[in-house]
C-alpha cells in the first residue's frame, strides 16, 4: 500500500495568517482525499483531490477557506485560509493506488493551532 | 447523507479476551467497510475491510462480519494484546470508497493487563 508524508507535522499559526499543509504519495495514487479530526473525534471528509481539475468539496467546506491542489499523482496540498481558533484541528491525507478502490493509507496527519 | 453509528465509545477487556465493535449505517447503497485503529498522535492505519458482496473475512486474530440486512457491521478481536490498546473507527462508502469515507464516532479499547 501507498506511504504518505505529510508536512508540517504541526504548526502553531496567527489568527488571520494561512497555512499550506503538503501530502506526498511514495507512488502513483488513483484517489486522494483530505480530512479533518478534531482532537478526540471522529474523521470528517473535507474533500476529493482530483488531479487536474478542481477538488470536490463536501457540505460545509468552500474552496476560499480550503483551497486543494493536486498538480499530479503522487503530491497534493491542503491550504487552511485566514484561519481562526475554531480551525485547530488535525488534518490528514489519505490516498488509494488502483481502480479498485480500497485499502485507503493515512497520512501521520498536520496537528494545527491556531492562537 | 451516509450516518454511520458506533457503539462502544469505550471499551475495556482483560488480555486475552475477545472485543467486538458494532456499527451500524443509514444507507443501504453502501458497499464498502473498513475498520482503522489509530494509535496517538499517529494517522489511522487500516486493519481489515469488507465489502458487501461478502458476509464475513477474517485475518488472523481480527474479524469483521457484514449483515446488509440489518445494515451493521462488527469488528471482532480475539485473543487481546495489550498492543490492541488504541482508538478504532469503522467506515463507510456507497461508492466502494471512490468518494471517500463517512467514519463512526470512534471506540476507545483499552486492554487492562
Known amino acids: 500500500s501507498a506511504v504518505i508524508s505529510q508536512k508540517p507535522s504541526r504548526d502553531i499559526c496567527q489568527r488571520g495568517t494561512s497555512l499550506t499543509i503538503q501530502c506526498q504519495v511514495d507512488?502513483?495514487?488513483?484517489?486522494m482525499f483530505w480530512y479533518r479530526q478534531q482532537p478526540g473525534q471522529s474523521l470528517t471528509l473535507i474533500a476529493t483531490?482530483?488531479?487536474?481539475?478542481?477538488?470536490?468539496?463536501e457540505s460545509g467546506f468552500v474552496i476560499d477557506k480550503f483551497p486543494i491542489s493536486r498538480p499530479n499523482l503522487t503530491f497534493s496540498t491542503l491550504t487552511v485560509s485566514n484561519m481562526s481558533p475554531e480551525d485547530s484541528s488535525i488534518y490528514l491525507c489519505?490516498?488509494?493506488?488502483?481502480?479498485?478502490?480500497?485499502?485507503?493509507?493515512f497520512g501521520s496527519g498536520t496537528r494545527l493551532t491556531v492562537v | 447523507g451516509e450516518n454511520v453509528e458506533q457503539h462502544p465509545s469505550t471499551l475495556s477487556v482483560q488480555e486475552g479476551d475477545s472485543a467486538v465493535i458494532k456499527c451500524t449505517y443509514s444507507?443501504?447503497?453502501?458497499?464498502?467497510f473498513p475498520w482503522y485503529k489509530q494509535e496517538l498522535g499517529k494517522g489511522p492505519q487500516l486493519i481489515i475491510d469488507?465489502?458487501?458482496?461478502?458476509g464475513e473475512k477474517k485475518d488472523q486474530r481480527i474479524a469483521v462480519t457484514l449483515n446488509k440486512t440489518a445494515k451493521h457491521f462488527s469488528l471482532h478481536i480475539t485473543e487481546t494484546q495489550p498492543e490492541d490498546s488504541a482508538v478504532y473507527f469503522c467506515?463507510?462508502?456507497?461508492?466502494?470508497?471512490?468518494?471517500?469515507?463517512?467514519f463512526g464516532k470512534g471506540t476507545h479499547l483499552i486492554i487492562q493487563p
Open positions: 467506515a463507510a462508502s456507497t461508492s466502494g470508497g471512490a468518494d471517500g469515507l463517512t
Open positions: 469488507i465489502r458487501s458482496n461478502v
Open positions: 483531490a482530483n488531479q487536474g481539475s478542481e477538488a470536490t468539496y
Open positions: 489519505s490516498a488509494a493506488a488502483g481502480t479498485g478502490v480500497s485499502g485507503y493509507t
Open positions: 507512488s502513483q495514487v488513483t484517489m
Open positions: 444507507d443501504s447503497a453502501s458497499n464498502y
